[in-house]
C-alpha cells in the first residue's frame, strides 16, 4: 500500500488511543482510532474520560510505588500523601505532564503507566504516519471514540485516508447533528451506528433523532451496520427493544452487531476519579439481558455479528 502527502491544516485532532490490530470493530482487522470527545451522557459508558474534551488525568492506584516524586514535581498541589494513601485533587491539575516525567512507572510515551493523560494531539497526516505501518496488515481503519466527527479536522482525516485507498468505517451514537454527517458521508465506506434509544435506565427515548441520522445516512450509503448495547435492565426493556425496531427499519438493515456488557465497565472511573452512573449488573442480569436480547432479535429474522470484550 503506497501513501501521498496532501497540503495538511495546521489544526490538530485529539485522540486518546490507538488500537492496531482490532477484530471487532468493522470487517476484517481493523486500525482503530479512538478520539477524544463526546456529548452523549450514556450512563454506563466504560470510557468516562473519552468524554470531555480532554482527558482527565489518570491514576492507576494500585501500581503506585508511593516514592512521593509526583508531589515534588507538582508545583499545583495535586498530589499528596495521607495515612498511606495517595490522594490525587485533580481540580488543581493543569495537565503539564510534570508529575507523569517524575514518576518511576509511569511515561508520556506509553499508556498504561500509574499516571498518564491519553490525549495526544496530531496533525491529520502525523496520524496517517502513525497508522501507516499497521495498516499495510488490516483491511481498513475504524474512527471510534468518544465521538470522531465532533472534530473538525477528522474530515480532512477521511479525505486522506481515501486519497491513499484506506477502507474507511465511522462508529457513531447516531446521536450528533445531522450537519456533522452529511460532509462526512463521501470518506466513509462504511457506519457503525448506534441505536441508544435510550441513554440511561429511565424513559427518555432518543428515537427521533437517530431516525433523522438513519435517514439521512441510508440515503448516502447502503453500508450501515446498526450496533445494539446490551444493557442490563435498559436495552432489554419491551419498550426499549420496540423502538430499536423503528431504527432498524429506517435503516433497513438485515445484520446487526450485539455490543455484550463491558465487565470492565468501572475500571477508568477509577482511574478518572469520576464517579460511576449506573450500578455494577450482576452476572444473572448480564446473562439474562444478553439473552433476551438475542431471543428478541432472532425471532424478528436478523442476522447477528457481535463485538467482545
Given at each position: 500500500?503506497?501513501?501521498?502527502?496532501?497540503?495538511?491544516?495546521?489544526?490538530?485532532?485529539?485522540?486518546?488511543?490507538?488500537?492496531?490490530?482490532?477484530?471487532?470493530?468493522?470487517?476484517?482487522?481493523?486500525?482503530?482510532?479512538?478520539?477524544?470527545?463526546?456529548?452523549?451522557?450514556?450512563?454506563w459508558c466504560h470510557s468516562?474520560?473519552?468524554?470531555?474534551?480532554?482527558?482527565?488525568?489518570?491514576?492507576?492506584?494500585?501500581?503506585?510505588?508511593?516514592?512521593?516524586?509526583?508531589?515534588?514535581?507538582?508545583?499545583?498541589?495535586?498530589?499528596?500523601?495521607?495515612?498511606?494513601?495517595?490522594?490525587?485533587?485533580?481540580?488543581?491539575?493543569?495537565?503539564?505532564?510534570?508529575?507523569?516525567?517524575?514518576?518511576?512507572?509511569?511515561?508520556?510515551?506509553?499508556?498504561?503507566?500509574?499516571?498518564?493523560?491519553?490525549?495526544?494531539?496530531?496533525?491529520?497526516?502525523?496520524?496517517?504516519?502513525?497508522?501507516?505501518?499497521?495498516?499495510?496488515?488490516?483491511?481498513?481503519?475504524?474512527?471510534?471514540?468518544?465521538?470522531?466527527?465532533?472534530?473538525?479536522?477528522?474530515?480532512?482525516?477521511?479525505?486522506?485516508?481515501?486519497?491513499?485507498?484506506?477502507?474507511?468505517?465511522?462508529?457513531?451514537?447516531?446521536?450528533?447533528?445531522?450537519?456533522?454527517?452529511?460532509?462526512?458521508?463521501?470518506?466513509?465506506?462504511?457506519?457503525?451506528?448506534?441505536?441508544?434509544?435510550?441513554?440511561?435506565?429511565?424513559?427518555?427515548?432518543?428515537?427521533?433523532?437517530?431516525m433523522e441520522n438513519a435517514r439521512?445516512?441510508?440515503?448516502?450509503?447502503?453500508?450501515?451496520?446498526?450496533?445494539?448495547?446490551?444493557?442490563?435492565?435498559?436495552?432489554?426493556?419491551?419498550?426499549?427493544?420496540?423502538?430499536?425496531?423503528?431504527?432498524?427499519?429506517?435503516?433497513?438493515?438485515?445484520?446487526?452487531?450485539?455490543?455484550?456488557?463491558?465487565?470492565?465497565?468501572?475500571?477508568?472511573?477509577?482511574?478518572?476519579?469520576?464517579?460511576?452512573?449506573?450500578?455494577?449488573?450482576?452476572?444473572?442480569?448480564?446473562?439474562?439481558?444478553?439473552?433476551?436480547?438475542?431471543?428478541?432479535?432472532?425471532?424478528?429474522?436478523?442476522?447477528?455479528?457481535?463485538?467482545?470484550?
Amino acid at each position: 500500500m503506497s501513501f501521498s502527502q496532501n497540503s495538511d491544516s495546521p489544526s490538530q485532532l485529539s485522540i486518546f488511543s490507538i488500537s492496531p490490530m482490532s477484530a471487532v470493530d468493522g470487517p476484517g482487522t481493523r486500525v482503530v482510532v479512538f478520539f477524544q470527545g463526546c456529548p452523549v451522557n450514556c450512563a454506563w459508558c466504560h470510557s468516562p474520560h473519552s468524554r470531555p474534551a480532554c482527558s482527565p488525568l489518570l491514576f492507576r492506584e494500585k501500581d503506585c510505588y508511593m516514592c512521593g516524586r509526583c508531589g515534588t514535581a507538582c508545583s499545583r498541589n495535586v498530589h499528596s500523601f495521607k495515612n498511606g494513601k495517595h490522594i490525587v485533587q485533580r481540580e488543581n491539575c493543569l495537565r503539564c505532564g510534570k508529575c507523569i516525567e517524575a514518576c518511576p512507572n509511569s511515561s508520556a510515551y506509553k499508556e498504561g503507566g500509574v499516571l498518564s493523560l491519553p490525549a495526544k494531539m496530531m496533525t491529520p497526516w502525523s496520524l496517517l504516519e502513525k497508522v501507516l505501518p499497521p495498516l499495510s496488515l488490516c483491511d481498513g481503519i475504524t474512527l471510534s471514540g468518544g465521538e470522531a466527527l465532533l472534530q473538525e479536522q477528522t474530515l480532512h482525516f477521511l479525505r486522506l485516508c481515501k486519497e491513499n485507498g484506506v477502507h474507511t468505517c465511522v462508529e457513531t451514537s447516531g446521536l450528533l447533528d445531522s450537519g456533522f454527517y452529511e460532509p462526512a458521508c463521501p470518506f466513509v465506506d462504511l457506519w457503525l451506528f448506534g441505536t441508544r434509544v435510550l441513554t440511561d435506565n429511565n424513559s427518555v427515548f432518543h428515537t427521533e433523532k437517530l431516525m433523522e441520522n438513519a435517514r439521512l445516512l441510508k440515503r448516502s450509503s447502503k453500508n450501515i451496520i446498526p450496533v445494539v448495547p446490551m444493557v442490563p435492565d435498559v436495552m432489554n426493556r419491551e419498550d426499549a427493544l420496540s423502538q430499536i425496531i423503528s431504527v432498524l427499519q429506517t435503516i433497513e438493515a438485515d445484520e446487526i452487531q450485539l455490543n455484550p456488557w463491558n465487565r470492565s465497565y468501572d475500571l477508568y472511573y477509577a482511574f478518572s476519579g469520576i464517579k460511576c452512573a449506573f450500578s455494577r449488573p450482576s452476572d444473572e442480569k448480564i446473562a439474562i439481558c444478553e439473552k433476551e436480547i438475542r431471543d428478541f432479535f432472532k425471532k424478528k429474522g436478523y442476522k447477528f455479528t457481535e463485538r467482545g470484550f
